[in-house]
T-cell receptor, first 113, second 117 residues
Framework: KNQVEQSPQSLIILEGKNCTLQ??????????LRWYKQDTGRGPVSLTI?????NTKSNGRYTATLDADTKQSSLHITASQLSDSASYIC????????????FGKGTSLLVTP | AAGVIQSPRHLIKEKRETATLKCYPI?????VYWYQQGPGQDPQFLIS???????DKGSIPDRFSAQQFSDYHSELNMSSLELGDSALYFC????????????????FGPGTRLTVL
């Protein structure tokens, strides 16, 4: 069964600190992995997308890594800001299913002053 | 544990017909999101509701409408269906704790696969 597990479920950090969110998946055959940022009640915003051959990708203060061998990904946030408070969702798609995306439950991040 | 329920799971309609998709959030969740995912595409955010009020609107066509009812379930109504509406429609729910901007865990339903012939 294709699954995407994220940890931690929630995280509170002080403004200016760094943090790392984890995503483990069992989706196979792997196609790509995406990280989204989503505020409550809002639509998701795509941060990064990585295919099998990519093992790191940055978007400003966000850096995602992918280890396709261990089926793990991480999202590192540098110098956090209050506006980083949001839910971060890991989504993995399989190569042989044109439709299905497998969603993680997300990590809820709260950045405090 | 109870999950997000969507019905029907599969739906086949003809062009110009109407369709209604239903979403039952996890008990006590107050926020519902709707997404549309076409073949090989990213899910597109359509619309969201918090406490029965629309909280955000994305790329939802004018032919579509949605609402959240007093029991927090939501319905997506689609009229004058077009071939391009064939997609997987996801619903997600969350419990809003920190208010808008705080970020809460979303739980996605299994989706409704709509095919328009």
């Amino acid at each position: 069964k294709n699954q995407v597990e994220q940890s931690p479920q929630s995280l509170i950090i002080l403004e200016g600190k760094n943090c790392t969110l984890q995503c483990n998946y069992t989706v196979s055959p792997f196609s790509n992995l995406r990280w989204y940022k989503q505020d409550t009640g809002r639509g998701p915003v795509s941060l990064t997308i990585m295919t099998f051959s990519e093992n790191t990708k940055s978007n400003g203060r966000y850096t995602a890594t992918l280890d396709a061998d261990t089926k793990q990904s991480s999202l590192h946030i540098t110098a956090s800001q209050l506006s980083d408070s949001a839910s971060y969702i890991c989504v993995v798609s399989a190569r042989d299913s044109g439709y299905a995306l497998n969603f993680g439950k997300g990590t809820s991040l709260l950045v405090t002053p | 544990a109870a999950g997000v329920i969507q019905s029907p799971r599969h739906l086949i309609k003809e062009k110009r017909e109407t369709a209604t998709l239903k979403c039952y959030p996890i008990p006590r969740h107050d926020t519902v999101y709707w997404y549309q995912q076409g073949p090989g595409q990213d899910p597109q955010f359509l619309i969201s509701f918090y406490e029965k009020m629309q909280s955000d609107k994305g790329s939802i066509p004018d032919r579509f409408s949605a609402q959240q009812f007093s029991d927090y379930h939501s319905e997506l109504n689609m009229s004058s269906l077009e071939l391009g509406d064939s997609a997987l429609y996801f619903c997600a729910s969350s419990l809003t704790i920190g208010g808008v901007g705080a970020g809460d865990t979303q739980y996605f339903g299994p989706g409704t696969r709509l095919t328009v012939l």
